[in-house]
């Protein structure tokens, strides 16, 4: 248990420095923000507690919003992300799983399951952020097409990260 703990803690950390310094750096234009930090929500064990799982969203969210000076934005994105995905889970996942405990990723539920789950749940970051973001209504469709194209980039970025933390499955073994 402490060993799956200081691996999430130092996979943490990693993504943390790879978010603040490469992908914080990365413009392609004005469309594409990749935020992959996210995923750190994203793959969050599935009985663990909501309230926990709200304080390490806000907590990540705070961070961010440290190091891209965005004034409780990515906080809000993130605890809006872990409210929703909860709430997902608990729909697109059936009860009598055996696979309740452990760090979320394409092996332990299903890639197509975990692809959809993955993708919603950046929706819902992207949306909230950037909508929070911009807070006018004059840049809708701009905003929406801003939403989509990041939304697509940060998608195969979590994806490829999620195969680079969890190889093997080392996370989930009992």
Do not use: W
């Not at 452990?102 to 197509?112: A, E, M």
């Amino acid at each position: 248990m402490i060993n799956k703990i200081l691996k999430y803690i130092f996979t943490f950390f990693v993504i943390m420095i790879t978010q603040v310094t490469v992908f914080q750096n990365i413009h392609l234009g004005n469309f594409i923000i990749m935020f992959p930090y996210v995923i750190l929500i994203i793959i969050l064990p599935i009985d663990l507690n909501k309230n926990i799982m709200l304080l390490i969203a806000f907590l990540l969210g705070l961070i961010m919003d440290m190091f891209f000076n965005t004034m409780g934005v990515h906080a809000l994105a993130c605890i809006c992300l872990a409210f929703t995905r909860y709430h997902l889970l608990n729909f697109m996942l059936p009860r009598k799983d055996s696979f309740r405990s452990g760090l979320i990723n394409s092996s332990s539920i299903g890639r197509s399951t975990f692809y959809s789950y993955t993708a919603i749940c950046i929706l819902t970051h992207q949306t909230v952020f950037f909508y929070i973001d911009i807070f006018r209504i004059d840049e809708f469709f701009i905003t929406l097409l801003k939403i989509i194209i990041s939304s697509f980039f940060t998608y195969v970025i979590v994806i490829l990260l999620q195969y680079l933390i969890t190889n093997n499955n080392t996370y989930n073994k009992r």
